[in-house]
């Protein structure tokens, strides 16, 4: 791929020069390396763990704002009068918005610079989460989250270009990015027992409140810490390719949300999926003839890649699907307050956290394939034990699928991370750690319409508990979500075994030498 040459920018600031495939800057950082500014070896390994530390707490807060409000949406239902459907839509708007502009945030930040576009990440998320706070109804709340993704969409891929370049030793790199990916075991641990302690204490609002602080201290860190770094090419902005996947995943979601209620059948959820199919498609031709495309379509000869990319849509719709499920059938169907439906989430979001790293260190030692496969089976047992829940099931049964479904979860997403950006060039690590981020929103899209379109349309009203034929009824509701965590739970581990073979690693290796 071609960007613009060197020779032709504009000089950069005083103090900077070219070093490898970064530009680093000299003044802030004495002994530029390969590793984006800082020392390779022992001697800069403090300073890449401070770097990982910072980068992880992005992720930590992206994954936290999507957990912790899980369990404040049925809360949100009864003050702002809100139905499923828009619920949904406060939950989903937010990852639609991350998940489209996702890739162009990494692209701008190969481009303008890693560790600026990171601290106006920050910036714009806390900000936007402030506000999110004082929403008075549920339309408002919503066009603040699409505000608030804004901010976000420049964190997590950028953090994820950041600690690719900084950790150039290939083995301590994989260790840095089971880290990196383990993280949202914490970040799902700690989402719904906080996010029910803040609603029982001080309402649904609080929840938006937590990621101030959390993110000032961030920003200060981030702006004495993080060594900057972008491609050593500027590449030009793809708008075409950037309208086009808004307006398929925008399409997309809308009429997977809105079907149950205006009719599968009906003109314009048709017309919806018209559009979606059409804006792929339409995508798909622009980004082959486009020099410098937002999606570099290349990328997915890699079979690593491509199947990353596959695992992470299906892990996060399950993910995505389990909370969103979880929790109003926790709350609306067996009475649990915010509180008692975070704590009864533990088994699930524990072993997340248990499991994330020790896949990150199964991913460094042996590769990705045992942690994916297996992080398929136990997903499919999970789901399977849950695809007869009724209003009565016991809390035993309920335990039992919610712990399989967090050590699945907990060793799928460690090897999704390391194997989408190992062996791409440093110069694109912005772009293939967007996508892979990307992937993963683009599962808690589909993973929260979906699941919840399975739903009966009018199971959430807003008015409190559901009476005991409601709770029937919705209990049943829930089984079809479960079997499409079965099926997920399948293809995962199927991809994860044909994906990760010695044949495919080669033909990886052969992807990245071409470009």
Not at 326 to 353: K, N, W
Not at 495 to 506: F, H, I, M, Q
């Given at each position: 791929m071609s960007g613009e040459p060197a020779s032709a920018r504009a000089p950069g600031a005083a103090g900077e020069r070219a070093e490898g495939d970064e530009k680093i800057d000299t003044k802030t950082t004495p002994a530029p390396t390969p590793g984006a500014g800082v020392p390779a070896g022992p001697a800069g390994r403090r300073r890449r763990l401070v770097v990982l530390l910072v980068c992880s707490s992005s992720l930590f807060i992206t994954y936290l704002d999507t957990t912790i409000l899980s369990v404040a949406l049925p809360t949100i239902s009864r003050d702002l009068h809100a139905g499923l459907a828009s619920l949904q839509w406060v939950a989903d708007v937010y990852l639609l918005v991350l998940s489209a502009l996702l890739i162009l945030a990494g692209s701008l930040a190969d481009r303008l610079g890693r560790k600026k576009l990171f601290m106006i990440g920050l910036a714009w998320f806390s900000a936007g989460s402030l506000l999110c706070s004082f929403a008075p109804n549920v339309g408002t709340l919503v066009a603040l989250r699409m505000l608030q993704a804004v901010g976000g969409s420049m964190l997590t891929p950028v953090s994820l270009s950041i600690v690719r370049n900084v950790f150039t030793d290939p083995g301590e790199r994989a260790r840095a990015l089971g880290i990196w990916s383990g993280i949202f075991g914490v970040a799902s641990a700690c989402g719904p027992i906080v996010g029910g302690v803040l609603v029982s204490a001080a309402g649904w609002r609080s929840v938006f409140w937590v990621n101030v602080p959390i993110g000032l201290i961030m920003l200060l860190a981030a702006g004495r810490y993080l060594p900057e770094s972008r491609?050593?090419?500027?590449?030009?902005?793809?708008?075409?390719?950037?309208?086009?996947?808004?307006?398929?995943?925008?399409?997309?979601?809308?009429?997977?949300?809105?079907?149950?209620?205006?009719?599968?059948?009906?003109?314009?959820?048709?017309?919806?999926?018209?559009?979606?199919?059409?804006?792929?498609?339409?995508?798909?031709?622009?980004?082959?003839?486009?020099?410098?495309?937002?999606?570099?379509?290349?990328?997915?000869?890699?079979?690593?890649?491509?199947?990353?990319?596959?695992?992470?849509?299906?892990?996060?719709?399950?993910?995505?699907?389990?909370?969103?499920?979880?929790?109003?059938?926790?709350?609306?169907?067996?009475?649990?307050?915010?509180?008692?439906?975070?704590?009864?989430?533990?088994?699930?979001?524990?072993?997340?956290?248990?499991?994330?790293?020790?896949?990150?260190?199964?991913?460094?030692?042996?590769?990705?394939?045992?942690?994916?496969?297996?992080?398929?089976?136990?997903?499919?047992?999970?789901?399977?034990?849950?695809?007869?829940?009724?209003?009565?099931?016991?809390?035993?049964?309920?335990?039992?699928?919610?712990?399989?479904?967090?050590?699945?979860?907990?060793?799928?997403?460690?090897?999704?991370?390391?194997?989408?950006?190992?062996?791409?060039?440093?110069?694109?690590?912005?772009?293939?750690?967007?996508?892979?981020?990307?992937?993963?929103?683009?599962?808690?899209?589909?993973?929260?319409?979906?699941?919840?379109?399975?739903?009966?349309?009018?199971?959430?009203?807003?008015?409190?508990?559901?009476?005991?034929?409601?709770?029937?009824?919705?209990?049943?509701?829930?089984?079809?979500?479960?079997?499409?965590?079965?099926?997920?739970?399948?293809?995962?581990?199927?991809?994860?075994?044909?994906?990760?073979?010695?044949?495919?690693?080669?033909?990886?290796?052969?992807?990245?030498?071409?470009?």
């Open positions: 491609a050593p090419r500027a590449r030009r902005v793809d708008g075409p390719g950037q309208v086009l996947m808004i307006a398929f995943l925008g399409a997309l979601t809308c009429a997977v949300i809105e079907g149950p209620s205006a009719g599968w059948a009906s003109p314009e959820i048709a017309a919806l999926f018209a559009v979606a199919a059409a804006s792929l498609a339409a995508f798909a031709l622009a980004e082959r003839r486009h020099p410098e495309p937002l999606l570099d379509l290349r990328f997915f000869r890699s079979p690593a890649f491509t199947g990353a990319s596959v695992i992470a849509v299906l892990a996060f719709l399950v993910m995505a699907g389990f909370l969103f499920v979880s929790t109003l059938y926790l709350q609306e169907v067996r009475a649990d307050s915010p509180l008692r439906a975070g704590l009864s989430l533990l088994p699930a979001t524990v072993m997340i956290a248990v499991w994330a790293p020790v896949a990150g260190w199964l991913n460094g030692r042996s590769g990705p394939r045992i942690p994916l496969v297996l992080g398929g089976v136990f997903m499919t047992a999970g789901a399977a034990d849950l695809a007869g829940l009724s209003a009565s099931t016991s809390y035993g049964v309920l335990a039992l699928g919610f712990a399989l479904l967090g050590v699945g979860l907990g060793l799928v997403n460690p090897p999704i991370t390391n194997a989408g950006v190992s062996g791409m060039p440093p110069a694109q690590a912005g772009v293939a750690g967007a996508v892979i981020s990307a992937t993963r929103q683009l599962g808690q899209v589909l993973g929260v319409a979906v699941m919840g379109a399975t739903l009966s349309a009018g199971a959430v009203s807003g008015a409190g508990r559901m009476s005991p034929a409601a709770g029937r009824a919705f209990a049943a509701a829930t089984h079809a979500s479960w079997w499409l965590a079965v099926a997920c739970g399948l293809l995962i581990a199927l991809t994860g075994w044909v994906t990760t073979s010695a044949k495919a690693r080669e033909t990886a290796q052969v992807v990245s030498e071409a470009r």
